[in-house]
């Protein structure tokens, strides 16, 4: 599995403790102010392409990221506080980014949530008329 995972300054403490050897790291590197729409693009742009199967958003809130996320067509980014959030973001909604708000959890949590993430399929079925709505 092929994860990229970026944040812009505010989340960029949350992500260093989530990256691991397995997450390709798009940035930031550092907390000196960034924009985070620049790297919501990077890694949609590496999703779309088929570089990476999935991608990890990190900001204050996780709201701007998932809203620079969404813009992409074919990019379905969840914003998710809890485990079952990401549980039906992969389950019923086929995320393909996983949004966290750095601000907004802890990183016992924040590891909880992207295990789920990473872990859950899609179930397909009647869900996926629906993302083919979304998608058309």
């Not at 970026?6 to 992500?15: E, Q, T």
């Not at 930031?28 to 102010?33: A, I, K, M, P, Q």
Request: hydrophobic share 40%; charged share 25%.
């Amino acid at each position: 599995m092929r994860i990229s995972i970026a944040s812009d300054h505010a989340g960029f403490d949350l992500k260093s403790a989530l990256a691991s050897a397995s997450f390709l790291d798009e940035g930031v590197f550092s907390t000196e102010t960034s924009d985070y729409p620049d790297y919501a693009r990077i890694v949609c742009h590496k999703l779309l392409n088929g570089d990476i199967d999935f991608g990890i958003l990190i900001c204050g809130t996780g709201i701007g990221m998932s809203m620079a996320a969404n813009r992409f067509k074919g990019i379905r980014a969840a914003l998710c506080h809890t485990s079952q959030d990401a549980l039906y973001a992969r389950a019923h909604n086929n995320a393909n980014i996983l949004c966290l708000g750095a601000r907004t959890q802890d990183v016992e949590t924040a590891k909880e949530i992207v295990n789920v993430f990473l872990e859950t399929p899609f179930e397909g079925g009647r869900h996926q008329r629906r993302i083919d709505k979304m998608d058309s």
